[in-house]
T-cell receptor, first 121, second 113 residues
Framework: SAVISQKPSRDICQRGTSLTIQCQVD?????MFWYRQQPGQSLTLIAT?????????ESGFVIDKFPISRPNLTFSTLTVSNMSPEDSSIYLC??????????????????FGPGTRLTVL | QKEVEQNSGPLSVPEGAIASLNCTYS??????FFWYRQYSGKSPELIMS????GDKEDGRFTAQLNKASQYVSLLIRDSQPSDSATYLC?????????????FGKGTHLIIQP
């Protein structure tokens, strides 16, 4: 599986500010994803980031709040804008490894980075 | 609404026994199913993927899929204290395109020495 790193690993931010989280992969991948894990909760998909196109956001997440960049096949950023305490979460990026076979998209194993723990005061 | 349901536990199993984790999903067109293990303070780690009805074995882990019943399970044989973690069931609901994972809330497993 790919080696995935995220920066920063954690941060404490003030209300109303913005934080950009970086995700770096050691090999080229087509699809990258951003998830949020709120305290004591499971993971929720924020958006899918495809190189060369606009990110696709899930219901409840908007580009103005969570702008995403995907400038190349090994890197993506997620910005959490105008933060409030409700944005305190762990933010994780993941990458997709395609399987083999006639319908490769069916075998969409995803591997996660170490996460960024964000606390908003 | 696409849903993945798991019993949150905690599920307590004695060391050496079989741990059985269960998951149901709501969308019949789902084709890809995954089990992740998450230790406290760590990110999820993929341990099993399954796509066809039946059983899939990998070491001490067996994933079972029954699409007619919309049911996925994970069996852990010879449970070890190091297996104590939260196990997340995840589903991809679309068979094509680039789709993210929908996760259940996870089952907290405790292996008692």
């Amino acid at each position: 599986s790919a080696v995935i790193s995220q920066k920063p690993s954690r941060d404490i931010c003030q209300r109303g500010t913005s934080l950009t989280i970086q995700c770096q992969v050691d090999s080229q991948v087509t699809m990258m994803f951003w998830y949020r894990q709120q305290p004591g909760q499971s993971l929720t998909l924020i958006a899918t980031a495809n190189q060369g196109s606009e990110a696709t956001y899930e219901s409840g997440f908007v580009i103005d709040k969570f702008p995403i960049s995907r400038p190349n096949l090994t890197f993506s950023t997620l910005t959490v804008s105008n933060m409030s305490p409700e944005d305190s979460s762990i933010y994780l990026c993941s990458v997709e490894r395609l399987g083999r076979g006639i319908y490769p998209r069916k075998y969409n194993e995803q591997f996660f980075g170490p996460g960024t723990r964000l606390t908003v005061l | 609404q696409k849903e993945v349901e798991q019993n949150s536990g905690p599920l307590s199993v004695p060391e050496g026994a079989i741990a059985s984790l269960n998951c149901t999903y709501s969308d019949r067109v789902s084709q890809s199913f995954f089990w992740y293990r998450q230790y406290s303070g760590k990110s999820p780690e993929l341990i099993m993927s399954i796509y066809s009805n039946g059983d899939k074995e990998d070491g001490r882990f067996t994933a079972q899929l029954n699409k007619a019943s919309q049911y996925v399970s994970l069996l852990i044989r010879d449970s070890q204290p190091s297996d104590s973690a939260t196990y997340l069931c995840a589903v991809i609901y679309s068979g094509g395109g680039a789709d993210g994972l929908t996760f259940g809330k996870g089952t907290h497993l405790i292996i008692q020495p």
